[in-house]
T-cell receptor, first 114, second 115 residues
Framework: AQTVTQSQPEMSVQEAETVTLSCTYDTSESNYYLFWYKQPPSRQMILVIRQEAYKQQNATENRFSVNFQKAAKSFSLKISDSQLGDTAMYFCAFRLGSNYQLIWGAGTKLIIKP | EAGVTQSPTHLIKTRGQQATLRCSPISGHTSVYWYQQALGLGLQFLLWYDEGEERNRGNFPPRFSGRQFPNYSSELNVNALELEDSALYLC??????????????FGDGTRLSIL
């Protein structure tokens, strides 16, 4: 069975700092996709970034980038120049290439302090 | 473009009652997903509908059911409510099925509270 683990229940950094959220997953498959979603207090889930397992290059989206370590089954999210609006719950999610379900981590609560 | 809309925002019920949650996907999206987000837990997949058919369901009892209408909107029904059903229920939609790798767009959720 596939599992996703986010070991940091809560993190807090100062505005403009860089923060890294960790995520590990477990699967024996080779074809899969990884995602980071953000859930601000408004509760809506927003896709931040995604990574295809077959791609060696780490995905980036503006201030958001990932460190994808396939052998270690690690998929961390780095937020550079953090902003107050980055305060949210961040969820790591995994999907097999051949399956329908997104499997979710428990989330990390990120607080950006002014 | 309007996003995924869910109603009601908050629903309060008592044990044994039935709850109906509604979701309108983004225009043009045919796949609708339902998730349960209990306090302190990650999202748990409930149901996936596509083109009016239930395509897959998560590990939930049969009292969790739903349907998708011809306009692709969806309802989630929870019968015989139990205290542990208290959670945020999120609906998501996507342009195509999961294997098309289209991202899922989420609504704001319905907070279901069981007293």
């Amino acid at each position: 069975a596939q599992t996703v683990t986010q070991s940091q229940p809560e993190m807090s950094v100062q505005e403009a700092e860089t923060v890294t959220l960790s995520c590990t997953y477990d699967t024996s498959e080779s074809n899969y996709y990884l995602f980071w979603y953000k859930q601000p207090p408004s509760r809506q889930m927003i896709l931040v970034i995604r990574q295809e397992a077959y791609k060696q290059q780490n995905a980036t989206e503006n201030r958001f980038s990932v460190n994808f370590q396939k052998a270690a089954k690690s998929f961390s999210l780095k937020i550079s120049d953090s902003q107050l609006g980055d305060t949210a719950m961040y969820f790591c999610a995994f999907r097999l290439g051949s399956n329908y379900q997104l499997i979710w981590g428990a989330g990390t609560k990120l607080i950006i302090k002014p | 473009e309007a996003g995924v809309t869910q109603s009601p925002t908050h629903l309060i019920k008592t044990r044994g009652q039935q709850a109906t949650l509604r979701c309108s996907p983004i225009s043009g999206h045919t796949s609708v997903y339902w998730y349960q987000q209990a306090l302190g837990l990650g999202l748990q997949f409930l149901l996936w509908y596509d083109e009016g058919e239930e395509r897959n369901r998560g590990n939930f009892p049969p009292r969790f059911s739903g349907r998708q209408f011809p306009n692709y909107s969806s309802e989630l029904n929870v019968n015989a409510l139990e205290l542990e059903d208290s959670a945020l229920y999120l609906c998501a939609s996507s342009l195509g099925p999961p294997y098309s790798n289209q991202p899922q767009h989420f609504g704001d959720g319905t907070r279901l509270s069981i007293l």
